[in-house]
């Protein structure tokens, strides 16, 4: 005889402590196990792509600190290499390796506040999570030695950056450097020697390589799957053709292998940022006003250029129509691409693993709606 | 008057004081009391009040110092201060808390069920009070010391389970009901092996009754039974639903679960009965495997209990930091594949050993503890391969894996377009002459 | 190094395997005609001298009298891009797409933001609904004639120019004039 049970649709909603910002989830439940779910988004969508198109080239940075509100450093950059392309201005060294400094410790921030999140998913009650907090604020601290903001920068200008940085900034850089070294030994003795951890993460949410692939998913979530793509590596801009750094790649595709790739992504970025520390020049941080205008008015056409953002793949699309603000911008914003395979990573699983691997899709509802 | 009920010092001392003829005092050298002969009833009365009301009181004094203790160590274990606002070191916090908890609007859903609704938090809090009053604090000090002192404290405290699923269904809420099921499979589930695991002390000690445990604990039965304690103590934990096992009240899930739709001070009563809870299970393993108010000599016996609980309430506290929490299946699974077995093991072996020594010495004891320790880390290491563990090994990319291939080949040459504008990863200038304006397009 | 190939040598080899599909190149762009889109990229993404199985991004540019949907490409095997673009709605009017999110699927939700922002439609795709705004948003916004609510009330409220007066055959509607909302304005299935 078989025992007829009712799915039952809940309404995950838009404020919860868990959706990592206004996110809405329709999941429908048979018992514990997830049959189906419905994202829903556009809560936290502010219209950056029309406001930009009224803003001129350097009013929009602060337009693109806010999306993505994790990793403003790294946004900036992607829009600031687009504009570069668009107008044919070549950068400044020393401007290059601070916005290359700047990214790498936004890099490490952001996935800091990955990995704290999920450990504080996982439900320890917060105590991880407030390691990896207290570490972000050093770094956030740095960032207000650089610039005066700790989240909505505004840091780089086209060319280079607006701000050199103080004399007290290269001591406690080497100092907090050694101290995000201490926690992210912390946080990986915490991922990788707790049974518990093991135990929730491990074997969830498996993805193909090819199905993320086909669904342009790129990032951390790309490369614990095995696929060597890191837009770093492949497609080098700034100066990372300079640098040595170690491709992290897993090969489970899990969500204890999304968490791996991130922590072991933030080590390395901890010496790709000695190295620009080693290789930095004194010199202007950007150029002259005679050979860029503060005012730029970049010649007709239209340029694509991807970074590496700490989610995946972020790029700028940027038409110019002679004037002073563009005639359209649009980002292509890896958080909102990274959604796409949520059905098929939750249909099947437990409820108890929707937000372990919701966290390990790592979103910024920011970057999702902007 | 019942010569046992004056075993108890405390009863002794008011129920003495206030008696006007009884043989049992008398026979104690302890003089009459105040009341006229015939109204022994009433000294009765007043006695047994006097006692309830001052161990319900001491409890809820616990309860606040726990609730204080708690959360400056939560700031501690966060390596930050805990509460420090209210009072000096924020002792007033509780009141604080319990004042913004009063004045809170009570709140009751239209859906909700009235009777059911008011009634389940007094379901919840009863128990974990009624527990206390076979706990001795002391030498002497307790309200009754039942003959089945054990099996009382079983039976109290499976009644939350009943308190929960009635909490959770008279609210008449699909998330409060999802929430309250997972907590019921969790609560009956984890009885089983918390009762068996208190059989192997009965066995020592040849009786129910939590004074007679105490007497028989020439050494802390925690050496003696270390299989029963770890048992115990993990399934206590998840009676309690403390971390790991807070699946149901899991914050960041589905916030608060079945408690979702209490507020003001139904709400409270759920929180001081789950910290009377806590300080309840404390207790009992204190009694139970710690020796209770046993110790050495000058110091006097409520220290030695008190003591010895805050060791156990740090313990848990401890626990509750630091792990994060299990899904409902592995739950289980721990459950019934695990912790089962151990208390069955615990059992025989017990058994076994009561067989051959009935009344064990202090050195008897030893033995058994040095028998009972290799046993239980045996057992504990083979149950857990029996339950899997998931693989401390396979943390490292696997090297076999077949390679996605990524940058392997190369368009033809003749079709790379050279751009007209220069960007960063170029090396001339805009001004350049050689570079304005390339040709587009390949050959 | 990504290379990106030309527009030209891309329009050649396309023509090689679809002809007629391409209208024209330029730089490092080919422009395709709307109908053929579909085959040539299935064609672009299994075809071993093209290999672009990662599609970067879908986007669309309001031109005025015509709107592009711009796709960037870029192939993994051979790290390469490519970038394609497609006129539709010549002249303002209705502007159809085929959708590839069958050939990519991670074009599900950029196609939904194309259609929800601009208001170019992809015929094809599997869940065709808004993504940021609600079901029943007047308009598209990002499109150049779309009067958001604040321009619209200074556009009425202008005192002297008879021409932008409220009640003229001028007026504006806050939200909406100019605007082509498709039939049934937001409320597709």
New interface residues.
Partial sequence: MAIKTQP?T?NLGPQ???THGVFRLRVM?DG?EIVDVEPV??YL?R?S??LAEERTYTQIVTLTDRMDYVSPMLNNQAYM?AV????????TQRG?WLRMIAAELQRIASHLVATGFL?????????PL??AM?ERENILDLFEMLCGARITNSYLRPGGVFMDAPTGFWLALDRELVDIVNTLDELEEYL?????????T??TAVLA???L??????GPMLRAS????DLRH?????YYDRIEFKRI????SDN??RY?VRVQEARESVNIIRQCVAQIEPGPVRPSFDDVPRLIRP?K??????IEGSKG?L?F?L?SDGGIAP??M?V?APS??N???LRDMLIGG??????VSFGSVDLNMGEV?R | MDPAFLDNSLWRNIYCNLAGDSAGCAAREYSAGMLPTGMEWLAFALAAAAIIGLFVNGVLGGVIVLIWGERRLFGRFQTRTGPNRWGPFGLLTPVADAIKTMFKEDVVPKDADRILFNLAPVMIAAPALLVFSVIPFGVGTYVADLNVGVLFIMAVTSLTTLAVLTAAWSSGNRIAILSAFRSVALLISYEIPMALALVGVIMLAGSMSLGQIIGAQSIPFILVQPLAVFVFFIAAMAEMARAPFDLTEAESELAAGYLNDYASMKFGIFFLAEFMAEISTSAIITVLFLSGWRGWEPVPSHLWFGAKLILVLFVIIWFRMTLPRLRIDQVLKLAWKGLFELTLINIIVTAVLIAIWPEPTTTRLWIMAAVNWPVAIISIWAVSKLLGTSGYDDTEPDSDAPVYPVATEQIPGSAVHISGVTGPDTQARMSSPANSHIEQGGN | MTTPWSGAALAEAIEAFAPGSTEKSHGGDVWLKPEAAFTVCEGLKSRPEFKFDLLSSVTAVDYIDHFEVVYHLTSLPKNASAVLKIRVGLGRTDAVVPSVVPIWRGADYQEREVWDLMGVRFKGHPNHKRIMLWEGFPGHPLRKDYVTYDQSIVASLAPDDGAYAAGSETAVEPGTAGSQPAPGAGAEA
């Fill in positions: 039952v809940v919860h402590p868990s439940f514990e988004f556009g969508h219209g792509e029309k290499l570069e392309k668009l107008a044919g201005i070549e950068p290059v450990l504080q998913d996982l439900g320890a009650l917060g105590t407030i390691y207290r990788s020697g707790n049974e518990i951890v093991f135990s929730r491990k074997g390589p090819e199905l692939i086909n669904a342009s998913i790129t095995g696929v060597d793509w492949r497609n080098p801009y700034d790649l897993h090969t489970a204890y292998a791996w010649p056409g239209d340029a694509y250029v991807a793949e790029g699309y038409v005639y359209r649009h292509r909102l691409i959604l796409t395979l437990l409820f108890g693993d929707l937000f709606d």
